[in-house]
């Protein structure tokens, strides 16, 4: 225990010394002033409770289950992956390119055929939520388009609407 005194009648005492006693779990929560210990601000099943990553996880969700719905056969073992950036992105914001939006690889060997969304590209390109919901599907109606070797319109014929104001 230390004790340190910069006035007369003024004492500070620090208990953190190695002789210390061990704090168990809820002495060391946080109680402010005696109501309780604090706890989530929303209930985990109430829509505000999610992240905007999760939220965006959920558009390419409902997206991939309507291009299924449409090609089922073709989209059986395809995978999809949300990734935050690219993995170059440095590369390209210094040679003035703009960030990709999605990739597709096909499969070899024992992979499957995988398609990615970058969710900060999309975002930035959107100023609402609409907005977001309505470029995941275009960008997945593009991605799926190239891994399929056939024309966006093809894939979905709502294709274009955001971009073209169709």
């Known amino acids: 225990m230390q004790s340190i005194a910069p006035e007369p009648g003024f004492n500070i005492t620090f208990n953190d010394g190695p002789d210390a006693p061990a704090r168990s779990f809820p002495q060391r929560r946080r109680n402010r002033h005696g109501r309780g210990l604090r706890g989530p601000l929303l209930l985990p099943g109430l829509p505000g409770a999610r992240t905007r990553s999760e939220r965006f996880e959920d558009l390419v969700v409902d997206s991939a289950e309507r291009l299924r719905e449409l ?4 989209l059986a073992d395809v995978e999809y992956l949300v990734e935050e950036v690219p993995d170059n992105l440095e590369e390209l914001i210094a040679s003035g ?37 309505e470029l995941v599907h275009e960008v997945l109606i593009e991605q799926v388009a190239g891994l399929l070797n056939i024309d966006p319109d093809t894939v979905d014929p709502l294709f274009g609407r955001f971009r073209h104001g169709g």
């Open 71 to 74: 090609w089922s056969a073709q």
């Open 97 to 133: 390119a703009q960030a990709p939006l999605g990739k597709y690889t096909t499969a070899s060997g024992t992979s499957h055929p995988l398609i990615v969304i970058y969710r900060h590209p999309v975002e930035a390109l959107c100023d609402s939520p609409w907005q977001v919901r």
